[in-house]
Every structure is written in structure tokens, then in C-alpha cells.
């Protein structure tokens, strides 16, 4: 059996086992082990453990369970709906007022906790009733949240950045800088879409026949809006501080979200009261759960990969992409195809644990840097998280908002998806979106 025979058949055994529901770790683990079994030494075999220990043997993994905590922390008190009342309180007077608050409420929240489900559960719990009550469409409602919540994958923290930087060998510090201005800059995005929807729901419903409470006048006194902020900003404080450590290179990214954990619990031990035991406890077995699971996803990844380079699948795989003769950009174009349709079935991590092996030889051929990609990489994973069939946050939308019908959800994201890829057309045209800050690092 050649390698092309080997090869579509150890990809097609791992995307077999994945659409049929399987724990990631263990669709990548088994087939990893069936084919090390009968294609590859039984020498292999005995030295399994040598070879997950050493490649985990990284301090740089420690950055996982780490910025994990730091969300965990926060995730587990009021801080949401904290944020969620000081962005609608200082945002009331622009269109759509209350949407944008949730854009920027999520953008927020998804830095503390760089987790997008869990910034849709969080932001959507409270911001999905607020706005149907406010008279916003139900499209619009769970379509802004869903979306919203995606910017937890690119703005810093981000595990899927840090998974990408430790696979590609990247600076995670880099990657992190690299996707501030690309975050901010879409959310911004986000937000002003959201008012354009806003004005043109509010403009029909002025021309029907009964008023809708999107039409109905906030105020809040500069006071009001003041007595948000001793909540609110220690922990924008935090994240800044864990931004400019990073920048600055003050220390490892595992040295800086180490004083991001002991920080965040710190805060939500003094504004919170989280102190008594329960309330730890949950957040630590939270963190160790997570952790766990994420860690055996590496475990197992770095395992399947190294058959694949064993057998010759990833070299094999990347020169035929490479010598097929594509430009640089039709070359990308087909890459993103690939990830926005591994993306509608599969979750981020195991796609860029699985491919990225294969496809980064071209991207670096191709003359694109590697930084610039991670961050167009992680967009294209945010697309996935919001398209049908098996996008997560829609699922978690659902959950939340089960009145509402999956169609409208789907008719909400509509609008974002196809943000989201003519900003990835942005980038390729404008790379220094990404690069400004990174370069200045140099």
C-alpha cells in the first residue's frame, strides 16, 4: 500500500471516528494506535509514553491551564452581568444601543475568558431576554450574541492561538499582540452592523401600525454610569496588564498568565466574595476538567502527527499542495475553503491540531508569515463556530433561547459569516491590520 492509499485512509478513518460523535482524544488517539500497530514498528509502540511525555514536556503548555483558570475565575461570579450594565449604560445614547453593548460586552468578557461558548452562555443569558423585551428582532438578538461570542478565539487570551503558536512553533507572545487590533477592529464591525440593523428595524417598525419598544428613550445620569466602573475596571486592569507584560516581554507567557490566575482570583475574592471553599472548589474542578480534557486533545494530537510524519503522510501531503501550482493567493483561497468546511463539523482545536501540519509548508512557501496566518486561521474558526450544521455557539444559543427557532438563529449569523470573510479579505489586502503590533516588538 502506497502513502496516498495510507494516508487517505488514516485521514478518513480520524474524520470517520470524529463526525460519528467520539471524544476527540480518542478518535485521534485510536486511529493513531491502529495504524502504528499495523504499519510501523512494534518498537514504536513500546515507546509511546517517551514520546507523549517528551512532547508535553513543555513549559509553554503550562499557558493552558493557566489563562483557563483565569477564566474560570471569572466566569463563575456576577462579572458578565456587571460588564454587560456598564457597556449598555455608557453606550445608551448610540443606535441600537443595547446590541452594541452586547457586542462590546462580549468583546470584553471573551478577553477575560477566552472561552466563545462560554461567552455566549454568559453575555446571551442576559442580553437575548433584554433585547426581545426592547422590541430587537429575534434574528438580531441571538445573531449579534452568537457572533459576539466568537471574539473569544482571537482577542487575547486565546487558547486556540496558543494551541496554533505551540504546534507551529510560533511565539505565543506574538500571537497574542497580533490579535488585539484585529479583534477590536471586528468588534468594531460587529457594533456598527448592529446599529445599521438597529436604524432599519426601527425604521419598520415606525412604519407599522403599532410601535415598537425599540423606539422607547433611555437615560442614565453621568452617575449611573460612574458607579459601574469599581466592578468594571479592575478587571479591564488585569487584562491590560497581561496584554503590556506580554508586549514588553516583562516575562514567558506562562510566567505572565500565572500572575493573570493569581490576579483574577484575587479580584473576584475581593469584589465578589468568592472566598469560602464551595465557591473555590467549583472553579478549580472546573479548571482541572477543562484542562484535562484539553490536555489529552494535545496528547493525542501530537501522537497522530507523528504517525502522519512517520509514515510520510504530512510530506507527502504538503508537496502535492505545494507542487500544484497555485498562486499564493489561489493557494489560500482553497486553504480557507478547506478550514471554513472542516470548521462546520469540526471544533477548532482539532482542526488546527490535524491540519495545520499539512497546510503551513505552503503558507510558508507561499511568502505569508506565520503570525498573520495564525490570526486568519483563528477568524476562519470563528466562522465555524457560527455556521450550520454543527456550529457550537448556535447550539448554545439554542439553549438558551429555546422559543427561538434554529432557522432564525441561522438567519441572525447570516449577516456576521459574511463579515467575517470579507474581513479576512481585509487582512490579506491590508496585512498590516495584523503585523503593526508585532512588528513594533521586534
Known sequence: MGVLEIGLLYLGAALLLL??????????????????????????????????????????????????LMGAAIGKTRAAADLYEAAHRWLYKLPGSLGVANVFGCSVFAAMCGSSPATCAAMGGM??????????????????????????????????????GIITEQSIGKLFIAGVIPGI?????????????????????????????LLKAEFFTWRQRLETLPRL?????????????????????????????????????????????????????????????????????????????????????????????????????????????????????????????????????AGFDPIWFGIVLTINMEMGLITPPVGLNLFVINGIAPDIGFRQIMRGVMPFIVIMGLYIVLLALFPEIVMWLPDQSK
Open 19 to 68: 463526525f460519528s460523535g467520539m471524544p476527540i482524544a480518542f478518535a485521534l488517539g485510536g486511529v493513531a494506535l491502529a495504524f502504528m500497530f499495523f504499519f510501523m514498528p512494534s518498537s514504536n509502540l513500546e515507546n509511546i509514553a517517551e514520546t507523549l511525555y517528551s512532547e508535553l514536556n513543555n513549559f509553554t503548555l503550562l499557558t493552558i491551564p493557566l489563562f483557563i
Open 233 to 365: 475596571l479592575p478587571f479591564v486592569v488585569l487584562i491590560a496588564v497581561v496584554m503590556v507584560a506580554l508586549y514588553d516581554g516583562w516575562g514567558t507567557p506562562s510566567e505572565v498568565a500565572g500572575v493573570g490566575a493569581a490576579g483574577s482570583l484575587l479580584l473576584v475574592t475581593a469584589i465578589y466574595g468568592v472566598w469560602r471553599w464551595r465557591d473555590l472548589k467549583e472553579i478549580l474542578l472546573g479548571t482541572a476538567r477543562e484542562s484535562c480534557m484539553i490536555m489529552m486533545i494535545i496528547a493525542m494530537a501530537f501522537l497522530f502527527t507523528y504517525v502522519m510524519s512517520y509514515l510520510h503522510i504530512t510530506q507527502s501531503m504538503a508537496q502535492w499542495l505545494v507542487g500544484l501550482g497555485l498562486s499564493k493567493w489561489a493557494y489560500l483561497f482553497w486553504v480557507n475553503v478547506l478550514l471554513l468546511v472542516l470548521g462546520c463539523f469540526l471544533p477548532p482545536v482539532a482542526i488546527i491540531l490535524m491540519v495545520t501540519p499539512v497546510i503551513m509548508p505552503g503558507i510558508l512557501a
Open 185 to 213: 477592529l471586528l468588534a468594531v464591525i460587529f457594533a456598527l452592523w448592529v446599529m445599521f440593523a438597529a436604524w432599519r428595524e426601527k425604521q419598520a417598525a415606525r412604519a407599522g401600525r403599532a410601535a415598537s419598544e
Open 127 to 164: 442580553g437575548i431576554p433584554e433585547m426581545r423585551k426592547r422590541g430587537y428582532s429575534e434574528e438580531l438578538a441571538t445573531g449579534l450574541i452568537a457572533a459576539g461570542g466568537t471574539l473569544g478565539i482571537l482577542i487575547p487570551p486565546s487558547l486556540t492561538l496558543i494551541i496554533y
